[in-house]
């Protein structure tokens, strides 16, 4: 039941965009999509619930379609900062239980 | 303090040796989770606990592992007996109110468990 997260890795110049895609087997409430720096703890970046919202953090932007189970992470103009590794973590369709993060999204972004 | 606290932050112990891993989770926070990230891997879920209750400890992966949270904030992960296959991060989150619906998790840095 744990997320299939793609690609595995990406690598892009500044300015550049990326997506990062996240898929279940399983029916969801929500995904929920932390970024990991290296050493550090993972940092919320957005939730997304049922319905196909879509949500922004900077530019930085999701959606959600419950229907397929998958979820993409849209990363546009992306910037030093934004290098690290994504992880979505997903809510099944009941209450109370814990999210089950995919393996992650390696993001390097150079100058 | 204003965020999680894991600690130690490092941990270095031999094979059969009992551990212990702290996390002071956000002051308020009703829910606490334990994850394990095996290194390039994402965090795995352990347990989970609402106020001092233990709702859910499916992911405990043996009877060697034991998490306890007697009041309600503080939660201490032990570790019986370690084995190598135990070397991981141990990362601790809470969470305001109870699991799921809009509750982002707050993360601590985690403890490096390393099993020799």
């Known amino acids: ?111 | 303090g204003a965020g999680v606290s894991q600690s130690p932050r490092y941990k270095v112990a031999k094979r059969g040796q009992d551990v212990a891993l702290r996390c002071d989770p956000i002051s308020g926070h009703v829910s606490l989770f334990w994850y394990q990230q095996a290194l390039g891997q994402g965090p795995e879920f352990l347990t989970y606990f609402q106020n001092e209750a233990q709702l859910d400890k499916s992911g405990l992966p043996s009877d060697r592992f034991f998490a306890e949270r007697p009041e309600g904030s503080v939660s201490t992960l032990k570790i019986q007996r370690t084995q190598q296959e135990d070397s991981a991060v141990y990362l601790c989150a809470s969470s305001l109110r109870g699991a799921g619906r809009n509750e982002k998790l707050f993360f601590g840095s985690g403890t490096q468990l390393s099993v020799l």
């Open chain 1, 1 to 111: 039941q744990q997320p299939v997260q793609s690609p595995q890795a990406v690598i892009l110049r500044e300015g550049e965009d990326a997506v990062i895609n996240c898929s279940s087997s399983k029916a969801l409430y929500s995904v929920h999509w932390y970024r990991q720096k290296h050493g550090e703890a993972p940092v919320f970046l957005m939730i997304l619930l049922k319905g196909g919202e879509q949500k922004g953090h900077e530019k930085i932007s999701a959606s959600f379609n419950e229907k397929k189970q998958q979820s993409s992470l849209y990363l546009t103009a992306s910037q030093l900062s934004y290098s690290g590794t994504y992880f979505c973590g997903t809510e099944r369709a009941r209450a109370g239980t814990a999210l089950i993060f995919g393996k992650g999204t390696t993001l390097s972004v150079s100058s």
